[in-house]
Structures are given as C-alpha cells and as structure tokens.
T-cell receptor
Framework: QKEVEQNSGPLSVPEGAIASLNCTYS??????FFWYRQYSGKSPELIMF????GDKEDGRFTAQLNKASQYVSLLIRDSQPSDSATYLC?????????????FGQGTRLTINP | EPEVTQTPSHQVTQMGQEVILRCVPI?????FYWYRQILGQKVEFLVS????????KSEIFDDQFSVERPDGSNFTLKIRSTKLEDSAMYFC????????????FGDGTRLSIL
C-alpha cells in the first residue's frame, strides 16, 4: 500500500465550478497534512495545511481532514484557468525526532474556460 | 516574502563528474531538506539537516551524496560521481521549526547527466 495515494487524473473542471481533490494516507499516526500546487516544470508551492479534523478555509481553498478515514481533500471554489496545475498531497512523517514530507503522485487538474 | 533560493537553475554534467547544488534557505529557518523529482514521478525525500548534522536520510541518499552547511547561509548537496539516473529536479526546502511546520521550497535545480 502506498503511503500517500492520489488519483493522478487528469481531472477536468469547467471554469467557475468546484474542483475536488482527494488523498488517502496509510499511517494512522500522521498528524499534519499539506497541499502543494505544482505548475509544469516548477517547484511545489504551499497552498494549505491542516492538522485537525474538519474543514479549514483560506479564500477559495478549503482543506478537509478525516483522520478516522485517513482521508484529506482540497476543494477549490470558483475555479479559474490559472488553477490548472498538479496538486500534491503531502503527509509529515516523523522518525526518531526528524521529519520529512511524503508526497503522493499528484492529481493533474485542468480548468476549462 | 522570504524565499528559498537555489543555484544554478539548470546544471548539465557528464556522467562520473562531481556536482554541487546550492541553496540559501529562509534566513531564520533551522531545518533544511533536499528532495528530488524525476521527470513524471513524485517528489521524493533525500535528506534532512539540523544543527549541522543529518537528521534523516533516505535509501536514495547513498555514499555518493553529501550535504554541508559551509557558512551561515548556504546549504549544499554534493553528488560525487554522477550517474545517468541522477537526472532530476532537485528541490531544497526549509522550515523554522520541526513539529508540523510547513516546508517552503526553492525553485529547484534541473540536473541533466549526459
């Protein structure tokens, strides 16, 4: 089982609609979760992070966390063509006091004008 | 807004040569990381560094790799004898604390091994 799983897509959403991106993780002890946006050929850019069960909103973005189901999601409201990118789900993993990010494969999102 | 800077943006090297990738983390950050991303694949952890020593390294980070903080601002990744399979984007990241703090990534260095 992969540590962090995402549907690779592509996910196609019309402009103005809600884009919903999903991620599951295998380590039940994971405590912090991150969404990064990556444009083609560029570096990951932090969009949202969430630590507690429930929803966290920041502008057009909402992160949702359900630790019981080991499920994280990202909603993008009023999708714009500039939101077209690959969205990376990452989980913080601790080993003997050190931390590292474990990434999913990423979901490629296309917003159609 | 403070950012992580990486140089060079693109490095082309002959197989077997040594290469050094440079990073300047955000100034008040204490934790430093290298990740790599082979074309079309996911971002993979290489190494974390804190208090002038390696905190953790992955299986990828073998004896050919080393990291160093030669002064108060730079953080470097050295590959001693490059292989074709080392071709990838290499990202440096930093965070101000451990314990769930977001990591901020630099723009990356595209390493091409010929």
């Amino acid at each position: 089982q992969k540590e962090v799983e995402q549907n690779s897509g592509p996910l196609s959403v019309p402009e103005g609609a809600i884009a919903s991106l999903n991620c599951t993780y295998s380590d039940r002890g994971s405590q912090s979760f991150f969404w990064y946006r990556q444009y083609s050929g560029k570096s990951p850019e932090l969009i949202m992070f969430i630590y507690s069960n429930g929803d966290k909103e920041d502008g057009r973005f909402t992160a949702q966390l359900n630790k019981a189901s080991q499920y994280v999601s990202l909603l993008i409201r009023d999708s714009q063509p500039s939101d077209s990118a690959t969205y990376l789900c990452a989980v913080n993993k601790f080993t003997q006091g050190a931390q590292k990010l474990v990434f999913g494969q990423g979901t490629r999102l296309t917003i159609n004008p | 807004e403070p950012e992580v800077t990486q140089t060079p943006s693109h490095q082309v090297t002959q197989m077997g040569q040594e290469v050094i990738l440079r990073c300047v983390p955000i100034s008040n950050h204490l934790y430093f990381y290298w990740y790599r991303q082979i074309l079309g694949q996911k971002v993979e952890f290489l190494v974390s560094f804190y208090n002038n020593e390696i905190s953790e390294k992955s299986e990828i980070f073998d004896d050919q790799f080393s990291v160093e903080r030669p002064d108060g601002s730079n953080f470097t990744l050295k590959i001693r004898s490059t292989k074709l399979e080392d071709s990838a984007m290499y990202f440096c990241a930093s965070s101000d604390r451990t314990g769930d703090q977001p990591q901020h990534f630099g723009d990356g260095t595209r390493l091409s091994i010929l």
